[in-house]
């Protein structure tokens, strides 16, 4: 089971918040999700932060602390994503923990950033796929991270024929994973 906890942008839309029609979109990717990882056994318990959330903005995108929860993967949905976030505008972007370092605290949560307007069906899934193969428990070189993108969418592909993938299990233990027998 995997906990995901969604934080809807309510600063999109100059401060009106994400569509029902983006919404809907988001939850449309969600589903597609869901069926495709139960293949592979995995489910998620998707929870929804009440009131949204928002980025702030200092020349580059940060989710304020007080909407992350480290338990979770924070998955923020926007109606599009900043060139720091997304330089390739693929329209997804997905980050794990960061050590304390000279410059910040350091960031102890899980994160995926969805820009609704580059996103495609496949987007969310592949997202998921850098989490669950723990890809983002460290920073990755301009090559590492090519070959994640095309593993990940090379194992989707299977996934999505009904092959199960082993080695998106490999994230059982994380805080916002757990296994459990059905």
């Given amino acids: ?3 995901v906890q969604v ?3 309510r600063g999109a839309h100059s401060g009106r918040g994400l569509t029902d029609r983006e919404i809907a979109k988001f939850k449309a990717y969600q589903e597609k999700a869901r069926r495709e990882y139960a293949t592979s056994g995995i489910h998620f318990d998707v929870h929804v932060l009440e009131g949204g959330a928002y980025l702030r903005e200092q020349g580059y995108s940060e989710i304020p602390d007080k909407f992350l929860t480290p338990a979770m993967i924070n998955l923020f949905v926007t109606e599009t994503l ?3 976030i997304d330089r390739d505008r693929t329209g997804g972007c997905s ?3 960061r050590p ?3 410059r910040s605290g350091g960031d102890p949560s899980y994160k995926t950033f969805l820009g609704l ?3 495609r069906d496949t987007t969310l899934p592949h997202e998921y796929a850098h989490h669950f193969t723990l890809d983002t428990r460290h920073r990755p070189t301009a090559a590492g ?3 994640a993108d095309l593993r990940n969418d090379y194992w ?3 996934q999505r024929h009904g092959t199960p993938i082993a080695e998106f299990r490999e994230c059982a233990g994380l805080p916002w994973a757990r296994y459990s027998i059905a």
Avoid: H
Wanted: net charge neutral; charged share 25%; proline share 8%.
């Fill in 1 to 3: 089971m995997v906990t």
């Fill in 7 to 9: 934080l809807f942008d």
């Fill in 82 to 84: 900043g060139y720091d």
């Fill in 95 to 97: 980050m794990g923990p």
């Fill in 100 to 102: 304390p370092s000279r």
């Fill in 117 to 119: 307007r580059e996103a």
């Fill in 145 to 147: 991270n090519l070959w």
């Fill in 156 to 158: 989707l592909w299977r």
